[in-house]
């Protein structure tokens, strides 16, 4: 089955939901959306088949299903796909960690074909209203195999992220949670931090007398509480083996400066200037 | 006396000190650059009425004397200014940190006046290559006074402040250290640590894995070490005092994550989230 040829629901037509439908129009069968906002369900209308409030609504003729809600929320709505789709379907999620969905999608009965997605773009905004047709050109999208894993759909998978302009990356589920535990939720965390410290001086004037430098460190901490919520309840056991490993390095720095040892601070800082520049280098 | 007839000699010709260059002439009377990189000097040389490589040579006929070099060779200069101008001059610097910068020019004999300057941009990059005309343009330009502050210099500085577009916000040196302690140093090293921490993952995968919340969070652990260690070495009481403070956040963050405390947790990220939105209506 092509990408022509497949009738594709999506639950969830917030930012990574309602970017999808605009950048899979037109490359697609037939395009439904679930979502529970009647507003968004508006806004979605004019750019597809069918639009509906609840999943059950929905279901009928549904190929490929896209869970693209809260990681919790895919987490209850893949555990209950067998009452909506009594005789399977094939299933891929956008969700922003994958151990517990992976799980859930290894436990669906054999008429499912299941596999997890993460797309690696984001912005500070969320919802429908800040979906764009570009929101994945030329992101990652990272896809996790489970025991419902099927050639058929990965190759769907693999022409949808080709369509919406994406490159894939395969990684198991253990090792995905743990590279975004590194390189988001940590980050999530210590931005959070950060503006709570500097808030906690109340005095206006901070903020005239901050820079660029902030405007970046601090951008992760105006990321959705509940949809971050999700992700730590769900990420707990490899955001917390990060955090320490964080912790213990900002502690070497803390130890360098009380110490005033300026010639290991430098080389200290020398290294992190070459790693952040081989990063650099690496995403291009 | 006004800018147009002020002869002005800047002293370090980097990404401050050269954007400084670009957006002030044809405003002044006469601009010359001293630095001790003869390439740099090249580069400036068709910009400016007279550069050299030594203040002692472009001493001569100087009204205003810009320091823009790192803070301890600010602090360096400041205190040897007395033998490059008998007579005395105006100083204004653009030191990262003010604690000390201010000490030295307070001790400066009487026929000095001299003002502290922190102009609140700053780029990843560095070095007169990174210079652009509008760095300046709409950014805070810090401005501390001490016991060498006379009225006439202030109006001077407040008028250069204006040619290049920026705002002057007045601190007292211990307050504008605090508050880049917090805004800027402390984001800084939790860049590093962070970086540190990520590679310390040792999978180039990772990289692939990371999106741009990730490159806004580290990007300041790509800032010039030298620089960054003038900064540290300078700052280190507030700088240990706010990482501290932002310590003591990030440990409440954990122990709600250890016990899984969905419901405090939810309320300390809606907590942040609304100081993230306070803080970008404040700056507009």
């Known amino acids: 089955m092509s990408l022509q040829q497949t009738s594709i629901t999506i639950v969830g037509i917030g930012l990574m939901g309602g970017s999808l439908v605009q950048s899979l129009r ?9 979502d529970n906002d009647p507003s968004v369900l508006e806004l979605v209308r004019p750019l597809v088949d069918e639009v509906a409030s609840d999943l059950s609504t929905a279901a009928g003729g549904t190929d490929l299903l896209v869970l693209a809600t809260p990681v919790r929320s895919i987490v209850r709505l893949v555990r209950d796909l067998p009452s909506y789709f009594p005789d399977g379907c094939m ?8 151990g517990e969905i992976g799980q859930m999608m290894a436990a669906l009965p054999p008429a499912f074909q299941a596999i997890g997605g993460h797309p690696m773009c984001g912005k500070e905004t969320s919802g429908f209203q800040a979906a764009v047709p570009d929101l994945y050109q030329g992101q990652t999208f990272i896809l996790c195999r489970n025991s419902r ?3 058929e759909l ?3 998978a693999l022409e949808l992220i080709d369509v919406v302009g994406a490159q894939p990356l395969y990684l198991d589920p253990d090792t995905h949670d743990a590279f975004v535990a590194a390189t988001s939720h940590v980050p999530y965390l210590t931005a959070a931090a950060l503006m709570r410290s500097v808030s906690m001086l109340a005095d206006g004037r901070v903020w005239q007398a901050s820079a660029s430098g902030f405007r970046d460190s601090s951008r992760l901490s105006g990321s959705d509480p509940k949809m971050m919520l999700d992700i730590l309840m769900t990420n707990s056991g490899p955001i917390l083996a990060q955090l320490s490993a964080y912790r213990s390095q ?3 720095l803390e130890t360098l400066l009380q110490a005033g040892d300026e010639a290991e601070l430098l080389d200290w800082l020398e290294r992190v200037y070459a790693q952040y520049h081989a990063y650099r280098d690496a995403i291009g």
């Not at 037109?26 to 679930?34: F, I």
């Not at 299933?91 to 994958?98: E, H, I, P, Q, Y």
């Open 149 to 151: 894993t099927t050639p």
């Open 250 to 252: 900002l502690a070497q």
């Open 26 to 34: 037109g490359h697609v069968g037939r395009l439904a959306c679930v």
């Open 154 to 156: 990965e190759r769907l």
């Open 91 to 98: 299933v891929l999620d956008l969700g922003s960690t994958k």
